[in-house]
């Protein structure tokens, strides 16, 4: 492995001669990836350990039973499979929950008595033997990354045979706490998550038993749901050899008609053994152009393999016309959680595609909140606020579909799409769509900030202030509900941040500009942040007393840049509220460490994040997934994005170049990373100095960069421009659509990226 590892890091600087620049030649990329691949020696018993694979709308993992070495499982799932009933089940967790699909069991002749088994990153495929008592099961397994089919081909050896079952899992929520399975539960739900219960929710009844079938020729489980639409599992094993069989299966889902089980029956009618081979093709074409669009390598081998696994966790998650990215990922288990959550899950799934330069698969993000706007509307509590408003509840099926008034320990949280509605932002920032931000962004952000400006008060002092709001997860109870006070930080943060970027949009759009001055006067006017000794408070009534896990006091440092380093006056608050909240390291959990990491990249402290985000391997499973009480998709993800944060920056109108290398890092480099302005940016670190950058306009929108060379040169092709200086390290250069300009320091003639030039 070491030797691929490095005779593709050789390949890697070939040189080359291409409008008379040197350049690095493009990596052999299944050789570099390889070095990063899950591997297994012996066979994986749960899912903790298990391979995993997946397309934005169906997964699988595949794994043993520690308790029956005769068993290999290979368990399904898809990420928008839910219930549908309405409030009188209960909020989201009990009547709309993401539901658990089943596995197939693969009994064999003999024990297992050992594996070789890899999960190639760059294949996105499970291959290696599995070997038994009797023999040995060859294996080549695949979520196809184009249509819903999971393609799993077994060759068996020696005496070795099996037999193939499906076990389907109860179409029931897995929230076990106050589940209303008896009437006597339903004072008590009532006075957890609101009275309006008592009077009209429900006891359970349970979905029906799946249904079994044959169709010509495909195997059936039909799953329909009494609230409307059905699921349907479906498969068909075909014989390739008298040793070799190939499993193809499929789940479907719709809702309200029932039309799975037949679109699932006409996929598999067409798929199979006679297009395998045209299906895998595609498959390794979709997943070869994802990983091509970026590249990072840096010296921490460690980290840089934890990297590009986030990045094919992502390609297995997410999809332009999918789902959005839930608590679970597309690995759903036993879990309290069933469910997208608002409040910081979702935020963190995404951040990391803008900067790899995948903002097409982020999509599925805008793409449900423009589709379910109505019911965001619909959400916002009181009635009558609906005519200009939107709100989005701390928990949601697919459906978006959640009123504030749905769970009483969060009817006070604001802040959810708002700090949603600075996702999209991004993605138009890293892009530079104006059709996006009208369509996409502009829209929602505006009712977002509407939702506030019905909450907010002008008080005596001259200054508009937020009655009241949550601010997760805080536990401190100091009156009324745990993390409920008055000026919120998290509010007052996303406010700022949302009325600024609204006057920006509208000036953009040619919009609204009899808005812009109400707008103004609120921003001029908001009360201040709430500070103290300790940094920022929780809120203005509400002190930071009590170290948690989440962030969401801090929004102003990170992620929306409104207090940063470009202030100097504001670090030592910066420094003082991070100590604060970091105060107590047994109440963090795993994102803890990657939001303290980003912070402490914000402020240029490359071996403070460095060591957060190490601080995160304790909290990781075996496979590299993490769980609390069930399973957070995100934290890993925000690993990635952390750092991205070391490496690259760009907010305030600014890229910034390695603003946080840990002294330790001498040698590194990144391809074709975004930042904000549209700019495709490429940089290389050689014995602790920049050699050279490398900047594509994409756009055409102004280019400010700071950078520590030393009296920089820049070239557009081969013509030599100056660079304006604007402040210190700081230089400005004009780029039209499509152009690039290189930035080297003086004498340097060695290569550059072939992907970067001209």
Request: some cysteine.
């Amino acid at each position: 492995m070491k030797k691929a590892y490095w005779l593709s890091i050789i390949l890697f600087f070939y040189f080359f001669s291409l409008k008379g620049q040197p350049v690095i030649k493009n990596p052999d990329w299944n050789r570099f990836l390889s070095a990063h691949d899950l591997t297994f020696n012996k066979m994986p018993v749960s899912w903790e350990q298990a391979p995993f694979f997946g397309n934005g709308f169906i997964a699988s993992m595949v794994y043993g039973d520690s308790t029956d070495l005769n068993r290999i499982m290979i368990q399904v799932f898809r990420t928008d499979v839910q219930d549908h009933r309405d409030s009188t089940a209960g909020w989201t967790a009990y009547s709309r929950p993401r539901l658990p699909i089943g596995h197939f069991e693969l009994q064999t002749k003999g024990k297992i008595t050992a594996c070789n088994l890899r999960l190639s990153l760059w294949n996105a495929e499970l291959t290696g033997t599995i070997q038994t008592t009797a023999g040995s099961l060859k294996l080549k397994h695949e979520v196809s990354a184009q249509k819903d089919l999971i393609f799993t081909d077994i060759t068996t050896t020696g005496n070795e045979n099996y037999t193939l079952t499906w076990h389907p899992d109860e179409a029931k929520s897995t929230r076990k706490i106050l589940f209303p399975l008896s009437a006597d539960i339903i004072p008590k739900f009532a006075a957890v998550y609101g009275e309006k219960y008592r009077s009209i929710l429900k006891v359970y009844q349970p979905n029906p038993a799946p249904i079994y079938n044959r169709i010509r020729g495909v195997n059936v489980s039909t799953q329909n749901l009494l609230a409307g639409g059905q699921y349907t599992t479906a498969w068909k094993q075909e014989k390739l050899s008298a040793h070799q069989s190939l499993l193809t299966l499929t789940i479907q889902n719709s809702y309200p008609e029932q039309i799975a089980t037949d679109q699932a029956v006409r996929l598999l009618t067409v798929n199979g053994r006679t297009n395998y081979a045209k299906n895998y093709q595609d498959h390794l074409q979709w997943w070869h152009t994802y990983y091509r669009k970026s590249f990072m390598t840096i010296p921490d081998k460690k980290l840089e393999s934890f990297y590009w696994q986030q990045i094919y966790k992502l390609g297995c998650a997410s999809r332009a016309n999918g789902p959005v990215m839930d608590t679970s990922g597309p690995w759903f288990q036993p879990t309290p959680w069933p469910y997208i959550t608002w409040d910081l899950n979702v935020q963190l799934c995404y951040w990391a595609l803008n900067t790899s330069n995948h903002l097409d698969i982020a999509a599925s993000l805008p793409n449900t909140l423009k589709r379910y706007q109505q019911h965001l509307i619909n959400n916002v509590v009181p009635p009558e606020w609906r005519k200009d408003a939107a709100y989005l509840s701390i928990t949601t099926a697919q459906d978006l579909i959640g009123s504030a008034d749905d769970d009483i320990r969060y009817q006070h949280i604001n802040a959810n799409l708002p700090w949603v509605m600075h996702n999209v932002w991004l993605m138009y920032r890293y892009s530079m769509n104006k059709q996006f931000l009208k369509e996409s962004c502009y829209p929602l952000l505006e009712k977002s900030m509407s939702y506030y400006l019905h909450l907010i008060k002008k008080e005596q002092d001259g200054k508009y202030h937020i009655p009241v709001g949550y601010s997760p997860e805080y536990p401190e109870k100091k009156s009324g509900q745990a993390g409920e006070t008055k000026d919120a930080n998290i509010d007052i943060s996303l406010l700022k941040w949302g009325l600024q970027t609204l006057i920006a949009s509208s000036k953009i759009l040619n919009i609204n500009a009899d808005k812009r001055s109400n707008w103004s006067d609120i921003l001029n006017n908001l009360a201040d942040y709430p500070v103290d000794e300790t940094g920022f408070r929780i809120g203005a009534d509400l002190p930071f007393a009590v170290s948690h896990r989440h962030y969401s006091h801090l929004l102003m440092i990170y992620p929306l840049y409104l207090i940063n380093a470009d202030q100097p006056k504001n670090i030592p608050l910066i420094e003082r509220s991070l100590s604060t909240w970091l105060s107590d390291p047994k109440a963090l959990k795993g994102y803890s460490y990657t939001g303290a990491a980003s912070i402490s990249a914000a402020i240029g402290k490359g071996d403070d994040a460095l060591k957060y985000i190490r601080g995160l391997y304790k909290f990781l499973l075996p496979n590299g997934l993490y769980k609390e009480n069930g399973p957070c998709f995100e934290t890993p993800l925000s690993a990635a994005q952390s750092l991205q944060d070391m490496l690259l920056q760009s907010w305030g109108d600014k890229i910034r170049i390695f603003p946080a290398v840990p002294h330790e890092w001498k040698n590194l480099y990144f391809d074709r990373w975004l930042a904000e302005g549209a700019f495709e940016v490429s940089a290389k670190l050689f014995n602790g100095e920049t050699e050279f950058i490398v900047i594509k306009s994409l756009a055409g929108t102004r280019c400010t960069f700071t950078t520590t060379i030393k009296k920089p040169v820049a070239f557009i092709g081969r013509k030599k421009v100056e660079l304006k200086m604007v402040a210190k390290n700081t230089y400005r250069v004009n780029l039209t659509r499509g152009q690039s300009v290189v930035i080297k320091k003086k004498g340097f003639n060695g290569p550059l990226f072939a992907s970067t030039i001209n």
